[in-house]
């Protein structure tokens, strides 16, 4: 399993790792481009979401670390390889959270529009981002204190981490999963209430809060689910890093998708980044309506751009 065929493994590993750094940063990077061209776009929650960006553009060029050792066919002691994937560990954790409170945000635009509305953009920003850097310098820092000289398959943050901070950075995120799983179902549940209610554009937002809760556990749920299975199963050594490795397909998923989905689901993100490559299009006017003194509902809101 170790010989040939786990060589082969490790190239096709290397291929889609490619494939989804090019469509990941492109993808990424245009909402970022997006968000910071369009005024209109400039909200608590794109600002957010822009951040979340970021944090994947640097999460996918840190996959390409094990990329480049894999092509040469190095393997590297744990100590080695954790400081060339230390960056990419700090961001990973720290995407990890914003990830639940993106979801939290939406349902503070519903529980608590006049809050939302009034409190200040900075300041949610800055609130927002305390606990994901704390636990990311956590994680930052456990990698360096604690380290050995164990060969490991290949070189990522769950494997570049012991096995003790590995273990819970894995508890982390599985714990930040579920509550974001359990906070999609109240959203859900909020939103079919409003739709039994006649409420007009809440039927919509529900059906596209079930497709994210579809995405999502397609994507880091199930990966970081998995990697918390094996642990539990007691699986430890090199079956443990090549199952880890193999479910890697599904964290790089979730790095690459935000774009593309919103792009899909948003009638308003299509429009205005139709307008930044196509000369002439709608990006002069507002199609949206943004320029109105009257500020959209809660409902509204979420529909017009999620």
């Given amino acids: 399993m170790y010989g040939t065929l786990a060589r082969i493994n490790q190239l096709v590993i290397v291929s889609y790792k490619i494939v989804y ?26 600002i957010l979401q822009a951040i979340q960006c970021l ?23 744990r100590n080695q390889c954790y400081t060339k994937v230390s960056i990419y560990t700090f961001f990973e954790t720290v995407q990890a959270m914003i990830m639940l409170f993106l979801v939290v945000d939406i349902l503070v635009i519903v529980k608590f529009p006049r809050f939302y509305h009034t409190f200040s953009t900075e300041w949610y920003i800055i609130l927002a981002l305390i606990l994901p850097v704390i636990f990311g310098i956590i994680f930052f820092i456990w990698g360096f204190i604690e380290t050995d000289d164990e060969i490991v398959i290949f070189c990522n943050p769950p494997l570049g981490l012991n096995i003790t901070a590995s273990t819970w950075f894995f508890r982390y995120i ?27 554009d809440s039927w919509k937002v ?65 429009q205005h980044f139709k307008s930044l490559w196509c000369f002439g299009s709608t990006g002069s006017r507002d199609v949206t309506g943004a320029h109105s003194s009257i500020k959209p509902g809660p409902i509204a809101m979420i529909s017009r751009t999620f």
């Fill in 21 to 46: 750094l090019f469509f990941g940063v492109f993808g990424n990077a245009s909402l970022i481009y997006l968000i910071a061209r369009r005024k209109k776009l400039q909200t608590k929650s794109s």
């Fill in 55 to 77: 944090c994947h553009i640097i999460c996918l060029i840190g996959t390409q670390v094990d990329t480049v050792l894999t092509i040469l066919d190095i393997k590297l002691p």
């Fill in 174 to 200: 599985l714990f930040l999963n579920l509550l974001t799983l359990i906070v999609f179902l109240i959203l859900i549940r909020i939103f079919y209430a409003k739709d039994q209610a006649k409420r007009g």
């Fill in 206 to 270: 529900m059906k596209r809060l079930q497709i994210s809760v579809v995405i999502f556990v397609c994507s880091w749920f199930i990966a970081q689910s998995a990697n918390s299975v094996f642990i539990a199963l007691g699986i430890t050594g090199e079956t443990f890093n090549f199952l880890v490795a193999n479910v890697s397909f599904f964290v790089l998923l979730s790095f690459s998708q935000s774009f593309y989905v919103i792009i899909w689901k948003s009638k308003e993100y299509r």
